[in-house]
């Protein structure tokens, strides 16, 4: 192949510009009508919810996962921990409440009842040694200070037999519904703390939650991450789109779910893909401070979906979509 140099000398100046003015033109009349950008997959990034150490990551970057399938590890020593703290303070509850429903032991009301015996059998005696003091008295045979010690012991066993007689109806009565219902509110609150424990450690085990390829993995094994901190980011494998965007004067002729024709460098076959969003804001504002001729050369930001033909195609590719003439 052979060129030809031309020198600058060799033309006067407008001639020159106006033969640049004509080629840049004719390079650019066949992408007048294009939105240019690229392909472009639905990334999912997934972060830690604790600032643990990374102790296991059992899946190369680049490999294609399932949902559900482990891809960091964080370590769950202290999480395990918490949870058997609850679990015991659980089962100490369910003791409580199981105590309550079920009352007093029979030995318990038995003990109560020869208490109340022993205190009749007291209040008995103490009466008889009452009635004969208070007869010796009337005849003048007995202190005045004997007759009130007799009277406050028979009062003394009076109050004991009373004791006795409330203990054992209490325990015959049951708990009350007061103190069973304050047991089963705690028991409710112990388990809903459990659950959310249990969750805390279900997260230290970051999982795919979509079908798709493991795209990167900031952080190695060993490394102690921060609560929030990046650690897997997933490209998922619904068909990519096309990220392009709209130049202003086509704007008002594109809304979301038109089909428009996708090309893919690299790719002979065009797509019919959907426009499934567009951004309401231009890429450069405020655009009401711009004049007629700057405006022309705002654009829009926009996704245009592929079918599922074009599933296997690589993000990054770039891509044009024909706009509405």
Same mark, same amino acid.
């Given at each position: 192949m052979s060129f030809t140099v031309i020198s600058? &000398?060799?033309?006067?100046?407008?001639?020159?510009? @106006? +033969?640049?003015?004509?080629?840049?033109?004719? @390079?650019?009349?066949?992408? &007048?009508? +294009?939105a240019l950008g690229t392909l472009e997959r639905d990334r999912i990034t997934l972060s830690a919810t604790a600032a643990e150490i990374i102790i296991e990551q059992p899946v190369a970057e680049g490999s294609h996962v399932q949902t559900g399938d482990l891809l960091v590890q964080l370590d769950a020593t202290l999480q395990l921990a918490n949870i058997a703290k609850i679990q015991g303070d659980l089962a100490q509850l369910h003791a409580n409440l199981a %105590?309550?429903?079920?009352? !007093?032991?029979?030995?318990?009301?038995?003990?109560?009842?020869?208490?109340?015996? *022993?205190?009749?059998?007291?209040?008995?005696? &103490?009466?008889?040694?009452f009635q004969r003091i208070t007869g010796i008295a009337e005849r003048g045979l007995a202190a005045r200070a004997d007759l009130e010690t007799a009277e406050s012991l028979r009062d003394t066993n009076a109050a004991r037999v009373r004791e006795a007689e409330a203990q054992l109806q209490l325990l015959?009565?049951?708990?009350?519904?007061?103190?069973?219902?304050?047991?089963?509110?705690?028991?409710?609150?112990?388990?809903?703390?459990?659950?959310?424990?249990?969750? %805390?450690?279900?997260?230290? &085990? $970051?999982?795919? *939650?979509?079908?798709?390829?493991?795209?990167?993995?900031?952080w190695n094994t060993g490394e102690r991450v921060a609560t929030g901190a990046q650690l897997a980011v997933l490209l998922s494998d619904d068909p990519p789109y096309a990220r392009v965007y709209i130049p202003?004067?086509?704007?008002?002729?594109?809304?979301?779910?038109?089909?428009?024709? $996708?090309? $893919?460098?690299?790719?002979?076959? !065009?797509?019919?893909?959907?426009?499934?969003?567009?951004?309401?804001?231009?890429?450069? *504002?405020p655009y009401y401070t711009l004049t007629s001729s700057e405006r022309s050369r705002l654009v829009y930001l926009a996704e245009v979906a592929l079918p599922a033909e074009a599933s296997d195609l690589p993000a990054g590719l770039p891509a044009q979509v024909e706009l509405p003439q």
């Open positions: 600058f &000398s060799s033309f006067s100046r407008p001639i020159f510009w @106006c +033969l640049l003015v004509m080629t840049l033109a004719a @390079c650019t009349e066949g992408e &007048s009508n +294009l %105590k309550l429903n079920n009352g !007093a032991r029979p030995e318990e009301i038995s003990a109560a009842t020869a208490r109340l015996e *022993t205190a009749n059998a007291l209040l008995q005696e &103490s009466e008889r040694d015959r009565a049951g708990s009350r519904i007061e103190d069973i219902n304050l047991a089963q509110a705690q028991i409710q609150s112990a388990e809903a703390l459990l659950q959310s424990e249990q969750q %805390k450690l279900n997260n230290l &085990s $970051v999982v795919a *939650t979509r079908a798709g390829t493991l795209d990167s993995l900031p202003e004067q086509s704007r008002a002729a594109i809304n979301t779910g038109d089909n428009l024709v $996708v090309h $893919v460098d690299g790719v002979d076959t !065009a797509f019919t893909g959907t426009v499934r969003w567009i951004a309401l804001e231009p890429a450069f *504002t």
